[in-house]
């Protein structure tokens, strides 16, 4: 059974950094691209970032471009992403999402991360 | 980036209504669209791919259709489980982008 379980989510300071991280089971993770979403709170779904099946290639959103890095580690199964210069905007549900060609076929649970004084 | 808009942005509708949302990308993304249903507290569910490719366990009670610009998800008979928020989302080109999403609530 596929299974992703968000992890590393916190209060931080603006301008502070944080690391999350998504362990993933059930499928042979390095053959996938792998993605993060988020929602804030009340609002809806923003794709931010994805990473190819070797973590050659990346995208992300332009709001997060420069402060955010995806990465992943195939051995360890697991997505990253490594956020800085956090602001209040931020503050939102993180979801790492399994990709394939035309959308994101299984999701974790997510984790709160709050950018907050 | 390529704008979805959805409409409307949110339903009121009883148990065996015929529901209908729509999806609107401001540029033409072929077939590549995908419908998510999502719970408070749960993490989203692909419900179609492609436009129209219904995923594995997914109810045949949903369906959708479209090409180029202009999308449609629809619920047959909606059911008590329905009820909860609906995002389409392009897979033409990055940065995808999600609809703003529509509320399916009871009547």
Sequence with gaps: EVELVES???LVQPGGSLRLSCAASGFT???YWMHWVRQAPGKGLVWVSRINSDGTSTSYADSVKGRFTISRGNAKNTLY???SSLRAEDTAVYYCARGFTSGLDYWGR???VTVSS | DIQMTQSPSSVSASVGDRVTITCRA????SYWLAWYQ???GKAPKLLI??????QSGVPSRFSGSGSGTDFTL???SLQPEDFATYYCQQANSFPWTFGQGTKVEIK
Excluded: E, N, V
Excluded at chain 2, 26 to 29: A, E, K, T, V
Excluded at chain 2, 49 to 54: G, I, Q, R, T, V
């Design chain 1, 8 to 10: 590393g989510g916190g």
């Design chain 1, 110 to 112: 997510g984790t709160l």
């Design chain 1, 29 to 31: 993770y390095s053959s």
């Design chain 1, 81 to 83: 992403l490594q956020m």
């Design chain 2, 74 to 76: 629809t619920i047959s």
């Design chain 2, 26 to 29: 401001s540029q033409g993304i």
């Design chain 2, 49 to 54: 791919s492609a436009a129209s490719k219904l």
């Design chain 2, 38 to 40: 999502h719970k408070p």
